[in-house]
């Protein structure tokens, strides 16, 4: 019981991670369409700025633990948001008109230029975040020791999700988003900025989810370059598991995934880890074919 | 639209002088080449037929497949282990390796193959994540785990054992030109066009009685037949074979040189030179070769969003016995 517990909790930080990746992929797809494969790399180089600003800023030893958590995590978010703008402004947006795959293709040479902008910028080896920016506070719960951070992590992801709902749901900026992604020519003739709507879902994206690339450095303490791929591949995942485009799908498809893949990998076999998301994906696909909350759309054959 | 035969014969002897040239260029190309690059145009060889058995299921019939390194992988570890357990010869095992990839297609195809764009792309992928895990975790004691299996022969035709890169590159391009005259002819018959209209619109297609599942499952057991074949073919180039050659990255390549080609045939072969042989060419660049390759396939979209070589669209001649009835009816109508 002790060990499901802890599983549990495992599985809640990893899915909050999946979750805030997730919502980059979804959000994209919802207002362009579009697979943006480089997601997975802008969230690495997330985790990488974050350990470069707490290295290299000294801001370890400075300030409070949790006080230099945050303030790195708003710098990360900052940078990583400004990357991707500047990435949908250079990669995407000349492509609009374009069909969709071409998009794609676009995409992946970016994933393949970031991904080696990484490894030229700070090399192939592992990276391990420095010991003393990860709180080693360990809170007892039931008689067993569950590292604080976890907690804060989970914490944070969810927080960012209510956040991002109330934005999305409950104000302007939110609904023009929303329109957007439901009819981008009829949001045009309702005065909405599709060209700035697309940029600023280029913002948050990405922002959230360099994020979750500092929260995985937080999290495991171990980074390195290509974990982008393995993290994306997932994320994307989840987004297709809650329904593609829909974003509170996103984040129950991430938590679903994470708690799915840590329990399946703690009680039924470790090495088919990686496999488990996926097989999970297509049964979920064969009987949804739209995905967990995904719209019904019609397709006849 | 209703063309004149004889600027359609023209057309057509244009692409026949084009493909004799391409051929006569490719049988010359080893004079001019060193070890090395004759290498590289070997694995350009492989790429190139990859990439055509993939354009049938994504440029031909449109259906999003991210995942074709699965069946290249699965052609490959049927040639290891039947040739390294029971010693059949390799040639012998192309057209196995073809079946095995093409029933396996078949098997997973069938169930996914009605789910929408993108959902299908995502479901392709996770099929090469599990081939690949599977390799990786010996699957039935067979597939060697992640060191992967060793020891496979070479090919033998008429006698001759076909080991050095100069012979396999002849015996991977005549293979290449083979599919390209297959696939030329294929494209023009029945199966073709029903596989260009689904594509166009597979609603519509439906309407006109094309069995549209059908015939998504037939494309995709007959790409998964080639890439199969060429999965013998580098299994016995390399006579070591392991699960890191098989990976997501492979299937993206791929997918990029049948996008970036724009789906002809012309097309697909450079897109396959394109995304095989440049980081090849960049290598002087060293450790930001592939840095540079990225943005260059992102320049080359931009520049070509349709690919670079898009299909003609079809177009068909309407026999005479039917022009006259056509006018028939026309002047009946007036």
């Known amino acids: 019981m002790e060990q499901f517990f802890q599983q549990i909790i495992n599985g809640l930080t990893i899915g909050g991670i999946y979750a805030l990746v997730a919502l980059g992929y979804t959000m994209v797809y919802g207002v362009l369409k579009l697979i943006n494969f480089a997601h997975g790399d802008l969230f690495t180089i997330g985790a990488y700025l974050g350990m470069t600003l707490f290295v290299s800023f000294g801001l370890a030893g400075s300030l409070p633990v949790y006080a230099a958590i945050i303030l790195v995590a708003l710098m990360v978010m900052g940078l990583v948001a400004v990357l991707g703008g500047v990435l949908e402004r250079t990669a995407y947006r000349p492509l609009r008109n374009a069909s969709r795959l071409s998009a794609v293709v676009s995409a992946v040479g970016a994933s393949i230029f970031f991904q080696n902008a990484i490894l030229l910028l700070w090399g192939g080896n592992y990276y391990v975040y420095p010991e003393s920016v990860r709180p080693t506070t360990i809170v007892s719960l039931f008689g067993m020791g569950v590292p604080a951070i976890r907690f804060v992590l989970i914490g944070a992801s969810v927080l960012l999700m209510l956040i991002l709902y109330w934005f999305i749901h409950r104000t302007k900026t939110g609904t023009a988003i929303r329109a957007a992604a439901i009819d981008q020519g009829a949001a045009k003739l309702m005065g909405i900025n599709v060209n700035r709507i697309i940029a600023l879902v280029f913002l948050i994206g990405p922002g959230l989810g360099g994020v979750a690339g500092l929260m995985v450095g937080l999290a495991y303490g171990q980074i390195d370059y290509s974990m982008g791929f393995s993290y994306g591949l997932k994320a994307f995942t989840a987004a297709i598991l809650g329904g593609i485009g829909n974003i509170p799908g996103a984040m129950i498809g991430g938590l679903i995934l994470g708690l799915v893949e840590t329990l399946g990998a703690a009680y039924l076999t470790i090495a088919w880890k990686d496999a488990i998301s996926f097989f999970v994906l297509i049964l979920i696909l064969i009987i949804r074919p739209t995905g967990i909350l995904g719209e019904r759309v019609a397709e006849k054959l | ?334």
């Open chain 2, 1 to 334: 639209m209703i063309r004149s035969k004889s600027s359609n014969n023209t057309m057509k002897n244009a692409h026949i002088w084009l493909f004799c040239v391409f051929a006569l260029f490719m049988a010359l190309l080893p004079q001019m080449l060193n070890t090395y690059w004759t290498a590289v145009f070997v694995s350009v060889g492989l790429g190139t037929l990859l990439s055509l058995s993939l354009n049938v299921i994504l440029g031909q019939a449109g259906i999003f497949h991210m995942g074709h390194a699965a069946f290249y992988a699965i052609g490959a570890y049927v040639t290891a282990v039947l040739n390294t357990r029971f010693g059949i010869p390799i040639l012998y095992l192309i057209p196995v390796a073809g079946i095995v990839s093409a029933l396996f297609a078949g098997l997973v195809a069938r169930p996914i193959i009605h789910l929408r764009g993108d959902y299908l792309l995502m479901v392709t992928i996770g099929i090469v994540e599990i081939v690949r895990i599977a390799l990786v975790n010996d699957l039935g004691g067979l597939t060697g785990g992640a060191n992967g299996l060793f020891g496979i022969s070479r090919p033998e035709i008429f006698g001759i054992k076909i080991k050095k890169d100069l012979q396999f590159y002849y015996l991977i391009w005549a293979f290449v030109f083979a599919t390209l005259i297959l696939f030329h002819w294929l494209n023009n018959s029945r199966f073709g066009r029903a596989l260009s209209c689904i594509k166009e619109d597979d609603i519509a297609a439906e309407g006109c009685g094309i069995n549209v599942a059908h015939y998504k499952t037939a494309a995709f057991m007959l790409g998964a037949f080639w890439a199969g074949m060429a999965g013998t073919l580098f299994a016995a180039k390399m006579t070591i074979i392991s699960p890191g050659s098989f990976t997501f990255w492979d299937s993206v390549l791929l997918f990029a040189a049948v996008i970036l080609g724009g789906g002809s045939q012309a097309g697909v072969i450079l897109g396959a030179f394109l995304v095989f042989g440049l980081p090849e060419i960049f290598r002087g660049f060293a450790d930001a070769r592939m840095l540079i390759f990225g943005l260059a396939l992102m320049i080359m979209m931009i520049i070509r969003p349709q690919g670079i070589l898009p299909p003609r669209p079809k177009k068909f001649t309407i026999s005479e016995e039917w022009q006259k009835k056509i006018q028939n009816a026309a002047a009946k109508d007036a």
